[in-house]
């Protein structure tokens, strides 16, 4: 396991290594993760090396990405949460391989990368999009707080919601 960033409760936030390719691939080419990720196409290995590159690169440069979410217990790469520059704005995001989904790891990890976005790294807002039919996420839009704003095809012209929150005065 590479350097963690967060912890949470169940969960560490991880920069991630070269390394990790085996691992994101899993995720990255499973269709049931990817149905609702842009026209559903499953990632060839140059995307995800493109990706996993990209994330070291945020970390370098910016001191944040979508970071790598290890199980405390068990030390498996679960997926990612964390976040990334999108449009002028900085949007939240995860990806978790579908046997983790439904026990809440999303929004706990989410809840630790946004806190660490308004507290660390003194964002203003932090925005986050999902197709409409991605029900499971845009519910953790919800559990975090997140307002509905707009549709939006900024996306690559594919329509999806977008949520916004503001980073909680005082
Ligand atoms: C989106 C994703 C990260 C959610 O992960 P998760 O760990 O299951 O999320 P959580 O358990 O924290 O919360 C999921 C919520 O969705 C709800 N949910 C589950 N299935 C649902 C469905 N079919 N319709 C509506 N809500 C649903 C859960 O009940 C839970 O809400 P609750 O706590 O109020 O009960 C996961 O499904 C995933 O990796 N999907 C593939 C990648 C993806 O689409 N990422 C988002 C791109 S925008």
Redesign the pocket.
């Known amino acids: 396991m590479d350097g963690i960033v967060l912890e949470t409760e169940q969960l560490f936030l991880c920069e991630w290594s070269l390394k990790d390719f085996d691992a994101f691939k899993a995720i990255a080419t499973n269709p049931t ?1 990817m ?3 842009g026209t559903g196409a499953l990632w060839s290995d140059d995307r995800i090396q493109q990706w996993i590159e990209k994330q070291i690169f945020l970390y370098t440069n910016y001191q944040f990405c979508n970071w790598v979410l290890i199980d405390k217990m068990t030390q498996a790469f679960m ?1 990612f949460c964390g976040l990334q520059p999108f449009n002028q704005e900085i949007e939240i ?4 391989a579908p046997e ?9 990890s989410a809840q630790a990368a946004m806190a660490d976005g308004f507290n660390r790294l003194n964002l203003s807002r932090i925005v ?4 409409p039919a ?4 845009i ?2 839009m919800e ?1 975090l707080g997140m307002q509905f704003e707009k549709m939006s095809t900024d996306l690559r012209g594919i329509e999806v919601v977008y949520y916004a929150k503001n980073r909680p005065a005082g």
Do not use: D, M, P
């Open positions: 993760v149905q609702f990720i997926g995001g995860w990806w978790l983790y989904w439904g026990k809440g790891f999303a929004t706990e986050s999009i999902a197709q991605n029900h499971r996420s519910r953790v559990k």
